[in-house]
Nanobody, 126 residues
Framework: QKQLVQSGGGLVQPGGSLRLSCKAS????????LGWFRQVPGQEREGVSC????????FYAESVEGRFTISNDSAENIFYLEMNSLKPEDTAVYYC???????????????????WGQGTQVTVSS
């Protein structure tokens, strides 16, 4: 059984920080491209960040670059999204994802990822 289970969402004030976690079971994250996505109701799911297992390089959407960081802990089979300087525009349901074949580049798509977490709400508000 291959699963991704998320945690760490919640309510945070503008300018604050939050860390999202995504724990894998049934497969090894270090053999997969890792991704974070977010979705606002009524809108398409969009890529936030990805990390390659081939060269370790990470990419970020322009809207979050410099504020968010993707990282992973191979021993614990977990990866994270550190979010800093949060803005109300960051409010969304955040999803983690992984794929064995996907490439991580400045352009990455929802359709490239096979395994998905359940999503967690992040609300940035005063």
């Amino acid at each position: 059984q291959k699963q991704l289970v998320q945690s760490g969402g919640g309510l945070v004030q503008p300018g604050g920080s939050l860390r999202l976690s995504c724990k894998a079971s049934g497969f090894a994250l270090d053999e997969h491209t890792l991704g974070w996505f977010r979705q606002v109701p009524g809108q398409e799911r969009e890529g936030v960040s990805c990390k390659s297992n081939m060269d370790g390089k990470s990419f970020y959407a322009e809207s979050v670059e410099g504020r968010f960081t993707i990282s992973n802990d191979s021993a614990e089979n977990i990866f994270y999204l550190e979010m800093n300087s949060l803005k109300p525009e960051d409010t969304a349901v955040y999803y983690c994802a992984a794929d064995y074949w996907a490439f991580c580049s400045p352009v990455f798509q929802v359709r490239d990822y096979e395994y998905w977490g359940q999503g967690t709400q992040v609300t940035v508000s005063s």
